[in-house]
């Protein structure tokens, strides 16, 4: 097996002390930089790994993603740490598109083996004409009302996804689901249930069984549609994103560049659903 070297630069002005930074059962994360200062050059951060003999092909790629996230996965553990100790609110964690390219060497050597760099991820761009912008402008600001939070929210979610605050983006999505989702089902129970006793109406919206128990039998009962019965195992998608929301909020746990896209999916298609959704009759 070929001994390797992959590296990939820290965001400029992230100053970390050089040196070797080890966590159990793995090799160590070596930091380099050029100068003690946050405002002069980059550091680079490496680890030793070893590749297969007969990698060819997609294998390759696929390896070298793998490398590129492991390497990755461990420079965002030392980042949050680095934000705690020095308390700079402006270190952020990167995602695989920031942190490229990564930069595989064979080891002991300056021979280069590879290298692997990752697409952007795909922030929402406003293609309105400016008439057009200027006509929506005009009409929400003479409105007086709010912008749908929603779309704030996931604005949010999407930045935070992008500059790399993981844990953050995963909380944005799940108010952005909070919001949407009671507002609307509270909105459905009124048209559904309209004709009845205001009392009960109130008795129902503010039943508490449980926020993926309202998304199952509670939206079925009212709409004839339940998330759990979405196509493409959407249900189990939801069910890990809000597990990982529960573990951010109520242990302290961190959240990976995974966590965070799927938990914009998971948002997106929510809002969408939930604005397509109409009472039975």
Known sequence: MPALEIACELPKGTYVPKGEYIRLGQNPLVIENPAPSADEGQSTASMAIEAPDDLDGERKVTFKVDSAQRLLCRVNFLLRWHRSVTQWA????????????????????????????????PVSSFTDSTKD?????????SSGIEPPVEELLLLDARQALFEGRFREAVLFCWSTID???SRRFDVLVDQRLGDEWAES???VKGLDFGLRHKMAVGLRMLTGRSLYR?????????????????AIIHRGETADENDARLAVRVAEKIVEIMHQLVPVI
């Open 133 to 141: 912008t200027a006509r929506r402008l005009k009409e929400g600001f």
């Open 90 to 121: 402006t270190v952020r964690e990167m995602t695989l598109a920031q942190a490229s390219p990564f930069v595989f060497l064979l080891a002991g050597t300056e021979e280069i083996w590879g290298g692997f760099d990752a697409s952007p991820f």
């Open 201 to 203: 109406r109130r008795f």
């Open 230 to 246: 979405e196509p493409n195992e959407f249900w189990g998608d939801l069910s890990t994103s809000y597990d990982r929301r529960n």
């Open 179 to 181: 919001s949407t989702f």
